[in-house]
């Protein structure tokens, strides 16, 4: 029973290069959520997808973020055009469904780094 | 939108102590609140949770309080040992299956 996957677990960019940053759920779990991590700081909430969809993007940047969770495959979240402030730990989370007492499980983070 | 805070930062106690974090909240339609444990270089690991309709939650060595008139919860940690060292998040969330509000963390390291 594998948890959430998440890769690559290290990303190298140079500034103004993409990165693409991949997440697939447990098995059974139709939501994904998305956190970054700032060095020696909390979580900050991004975006929340369902399947072919975007629940609340409240917390993902207007420019040069996108995120996308297609029927088939894993959740993508797409940063554009990077910045040295972009370098961060990237965790993805996944919970069964929104109604019910359901946890968010949390994938082992990709680890962004600008030069 | 809400805003959690964590209280204290660091904490540093003898092993077989006792171990007390705090967390305070701002929106009061939130009733979900997980604790997280994440090790270094770690992914965050749910050890508690606690929902509005309870007041304190224990599991083994851990537990949780909640006072939702005061709008705050703490964790409890007792007989400490050293492989609890890690960083302590709490979050809050208007449902289980919403975003959560994560604290700013608390370092804690049990001293063998």
């Known amino acids: 029973n594998a948890g959430v996957m998440q890769n690559p677990r290290h990303l190298v960019r140079r500034r103004g290069q993409e990165a693409r940053l991949r997440c697939s759920p447990m098995?059974?779990?139709?939501?994904v959520y998305w956190y970054r991590q700032l060095p020696e700081e909390g979580l900050k909430f991004m975006v929340y997808l369902q399947k072919e969809n975007i629940i609340d993007e409240s917390g993902m940047p207007k420019e040069r973020f996108s995120a996308e969770f297609p029927k088939e495959g894993p959740s993508i979240l797409r940063i554009q055009q990077v910045v040295r402030g972009d370098s961060a730990a990237y965790f993805c989370?996944?919970?069964?469904?929104?109604?019910?007492?359901?946890?968010?499980?949390f994938g082992p983070g990709t680890r962004l780094t600008v030069l | 939108g809400e805003n959690v805070e964590q209280h204290p930062s660091t904490l540093s106690v003898q092993e077989g102590d006792s171990a007390v974090i705090k967390c305070t909240y701002s929106d009061s339609a939130s009733n979900y609140f997980p604790w997280y444990k994440q090790e270094l270089g770690k992914r965050p690991q749910l050890i508690i949770d606690i929902r509005s309709n309870v007041g304190e939650k224990k599991d083994q060595r851990i537990a949780v309080t909640l006072n939702k008139t005061a709008k705050h919860f703490s964790l409890h940690i007792t007989e400490t040992q050293p492989e609890d060292s890690a960083v302590y998040f709490c979050?809050?969330?208007?449902?289980?299956?919403?975003?959560?509000?994560f604290g700013t963390g608390t370092r804690l390291a049990v001293r063998p």
């Open positions: 098995k059974g779990h139709s939501h």
């Open positions: 979050a809050a969330s208007k449902n289980s299956g919403d975003k959560l509000t």
């Open positions: 989370a996944s919970s069964p469904s929104r109604q019910g007492n359901n946890e968010q499980f």
